[in-house]
């Protein structure tokens, strides 16, 4: 057998290394799997931005608009002039490298221009060689270069190979956030129309129908009724929201993702039965129905245009206050950018809990309060009646989302509120968790289907945490508050780690809920038989049917 | 084995050098790093490669076992299958180890007893290449696989309410209606 196999020496000689060229002059190779589609031209039409055509990033002409070198130039020049930070982060980089290796894309993938300093490079050097005198000059040598398509190409390519998660600037000795210069990267290539259809799509649907689906008011309420049904079998709780209902005190907003989306669902029914358990007084709105935002991966004038449904609707209904459920980018807009962009909400009111009596003086400017801020808030004035034992089965761990931890440090509610819920919770490593979690890889638009091999390179550091902490302590659960983690992190985990499912923080609430004249939780929120429901004790006959063993079936 | 007995006393170089085939088939930059930084949660690819190339080489002296080399091939593969790699490319290390050892042991091969071990040493690394191409197809399989399956979930509700999927109670839940 030996014999016949080709001798070592032979395989020992091929050369396995890659050529070494200047990262100037290295090109991406465009294959499937690795690009995003293009958007289409009805998607661009429907919000007014630039160029929409068909094309497709493996063609040689992306057909971009005549005087596209023109665009771009006084694109980079009045974003300079506008924001303070994107001058200063061109400016300032010393190459020290902190950051090099910090981006869960270049430790996933291995290609050097995923190291967030190598990533700006690819708009400074232009930004050098075509707005500096001393690179337009020297060029190369001064680390300038020109604009070409090429450029653009690649600008494609790593730009939307970066997630946005800001984990980078952590660890940057200046603040130089990459995320900003991304945003600002994409901003550009919007210019051209250079777009991806996963972005471009929900922003249309979302400005015209109120959500990146595009469901019809009617859609998404019938969509919630059918929840409720599953909740009535499962609970044996009849619940009866409100929808556009004028006068509600509290406006509940969500990502639409959790209304039709696996696992996201269940997180809704959690939040349903939570509302129902302390009987609030709230509405649903089938108009401002998504928290998400894809116009923040678009520019800042689209995340703007989508934001102001939420205060447009607040109004229109009269409320107090928003509440708003689980979510990672759309907190990242309310928190950062929601005030100064649609503000002041002067027409709403100081959020206080009508149930405990807490002032979020937090959220005075916004008026917006985090569903994991509000439920932490009522189990700690006990107004939860929790039996945390029927997530015993679940050994949880959690996942800190890069916008809700990076983005607006709300770090301890959601280990509080889980703590509370369940009685196994154990974190990841702190080199992986809070600031220093490891994003998704498939935040900011990026987690279509067509990229999901990229996806599993960009979220391996992730993956690998929780892999250790389910080999050393038995984490077989990973809760989030974010609906495209819920959405990307199952199939994650299936790749790196099989035995690891995946949840929202409200549905891990809505198992552990006691309802006031429940039936048997025989099923949790998922219809599955919950292996930690305990039959109540039999009356008379001795023989327990065997139901006990239940238990001891499904649990990992 | 008189071979195990040299081959342990060259089990450091071996493994060194067995790394850095692999490692630099990224580039320089990328290598530098995984080469150097020793933190499994900052450089986890690295740190596997590492760690499973010294299972298999255990594993190659104890005696090569199908079920045991699985998961540490497993590991290595498992990344190398999704990253920006020809299936060659992914999967040459396993051939390229039948070059580090011979090279390494090349001089103290004296007697034709040894050169007979040294084969049947090759053969066992020839059935761990047989098992890395089973491992590197389920790994591809599995991505496939997800695509599927992603496009159910993300609509998932969608889907039920159309009746175009199917429920069962227990985990595997969801059945294809279509067919
Ligand atoms: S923001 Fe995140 S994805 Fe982007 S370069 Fe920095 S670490 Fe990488
Ligand atoms: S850490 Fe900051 S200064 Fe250093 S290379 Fe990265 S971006 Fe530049």
Redesign the interface.
């Known amino acids: 057998?030996?014999a016949k196999?080709p001798s070592?020496?032979v395989?020992?000689q091929?050369d396995?290394?890659?050529p070494?060229k200047g990262w100037m002059d290295t090109k991406p190779e465009f294959k499937p799997g690795?690009y995003l589609y293009a958007a289409q031209p009805q998607n661009l039409e429907g919000v007014g931005l630039a160029n929409p055509r068909t094309w497709n990033p493996l063609d040689d002409d992306w057909q971009l608009p005549a005087d596209w070198k023109g665009t771009v130039r006084e694109g980079i020049a009045e974003r300079l002039q506008r924001y303070r930070s994107f001058k200063l982060f061109m400016d300032i980089c010393v190459r020290c490298g902190a950051c090099?290796?910090k981006c869960h894309f270049?430790?996933?993938?291995?290609?050097?221009k995923n190291?967030p300093v190598l990533r700006a490079e690819l708009l400074r050097s232009v930004y050098r060689g075509e707005l500096k005198t001393a690179g337009k000059i020297l060029g190369k040598m001064a680390g300038g270069r020109k604009l070409t398509e090429d450029v653009i190409k690649e600008w494609f390519y790593y730009f939307f190979q970066c997630t946005e998660c800001r984990r980078c600037s952590v660890f940057c000795p200046y603040g130089i956030d990459t995320a900003e210069i991304t945003i600002m990267a994409r901003e550009l290539l919007n210019l051209l129309g250079c777009n991806i259809d996963w972005i471009a799509g929900p922003v249309n649907n979302c400005f015209h129908n109120g959500n990146h689906?595009g469901l019809q008011p009617h859609t998404f309420k019938?969509?919630v009724e059918?929840?409720l049904d599953d909740i009535e079998e499962y609970v044996g709780v009849k619940i009866e929201p409100t929808f556009n209902r004028k006068g509600a005190e509290i406006l509940f907003i969500t990502p639409s993702?959790d209304?039709?989306?696996?696992?996201g669902?269940f997180t809704f029914m959690g939040y349903l039965m939570l509302f129902e358990h302390i009987g609030l007084d709230y509405t649903w709105s089938t108009y401002a129905s998504e928290g998400g935002n894809f116009g923040f991966f678009t520019s800042h004038e689209m995340m703007k245009r989508l934001n102001a449904k939420m205060y447009h609707e607040a109004k229109r209904l009269g409320v107090k206050w928003i509440l708003g459920g689980e979510c990672g980018h759309m907190w990242r807009v309310v928190h950062q950018y929601m005030d100064t962009m649609n503000g002041p909400a002067d027409f709403l009111e100081m959020p206080i809990n009508p149930v405990t009596g807490t002032v979020f003086n937090n959220a005075s400017a916004t008026k917006m309060v985090h569903i994991t801020e509000f439920t932490a808030d009522l189990i700690k004035n006990d107004k939860l009646n929790l039996d945390p034992s029927q997530n015993d089965h679940l050994t949880v761990t959690f996942h800190d989302s890069c916008n809700t931890s990076r983005g607006m440090g709300l770090l301890e509610e959601p280990r509080y509120v889980m703590n509370k819920v369940c009685n196994n919770f154990v974190d990841m490593?702190p080199?992986?968790t809070r600031e220093n979690t490891f994003c998704c890889g498939s935040g900011s638009g990026l987690n279509a289907?067509e990229y999901?091999?990229m996806r599993?390179?960009g979220g391996?550091?992730r993956a690998?945490?929780v892999k250790?902490v389910h080999e050393d302590k038995g984490a077989n659960m990973l809760a989030c508050v974010c609906a495209i983690d819920r959405?990307v992190l199952?199939?994650l985990m299936?790749?790196?780690v099989p035995d690891v499912d995946c949840c929202g923080v409200s549905e891990l609430v809505g198992n552990a809920l006691v309802m006031e004249g429940q039936g048997e939780r025989e099923?949790n929120l998922?219809?599955?038989?919950n292996p930690s429901y305990v039959p109540p004790p039999e009356p008379e006959e001795p023989e327990g049917e065997g139901e006990a063993e239940a238990g001891e079936e499904?649990a990992e | 084995m008189k071979l195990f007995t040299i081959l342990a006393k060259h089990k450091k170089a071996v493994l060194k050098k067995w790394l850095d085939s692999i490692v630099e088939s990224y580039p320089q930059e990328t290598a530098r790093f995984l080469r150097n930084k020793k933190d499994q949660f900052a450089n986890p690819v690295g740190y596997t490669i590492e760690v499973e190339t010294e299972h298999l080489f255990d594993l190659l002296m104890e005696g090569m076992d199908r079920e045991k080399v699985t998961p540490y091939l497993d590991r290595i593969i498992r990344i190398r299958a999704i990253q920006d790699f020809t299936p060659s490319q992914a999967l040459y290390f396993v051939f390229a180890l039948k070059y580090i050892i011979r090279h390494q042991v090349a001089e103290e091969i004296d007697s034709d007893a040894l050169e007979q071990e040294l084969v049947d040493l090759e053969a066992s690394i020839d059935m761990m290449a047989l098992v890395a191409f089973e491992v590197y197809m389920a790994c591809r399989e599995k991505i496939y696989d997800l695509r599927a399956k992603e496009i159910q979930q993300n609509a998932y509700l969608l889907l039920r309410r159309a009746e175009l999927i199917v429920e069962k109670p227990g985990k595997d839940r969801i059945e294809d209606n279509a067919n």
């Open positions: 057998m030996a196999t070592p020496e395989v020992g091929v396995h290394h890659p070494r690795n090099a290796d270049f430790i996933g993938s291995g290609d050097p190291m689906l019938e969509n059918y929840l993702g209304v039709f989306a696996e696992p669902i490593a080199q992986v289907g999901l091999e599993m390179r391996l550091p690998n945490g250790r959405a199952t199939p299936e790749y790196w099923y998922r219809g599955e038989e499904g």
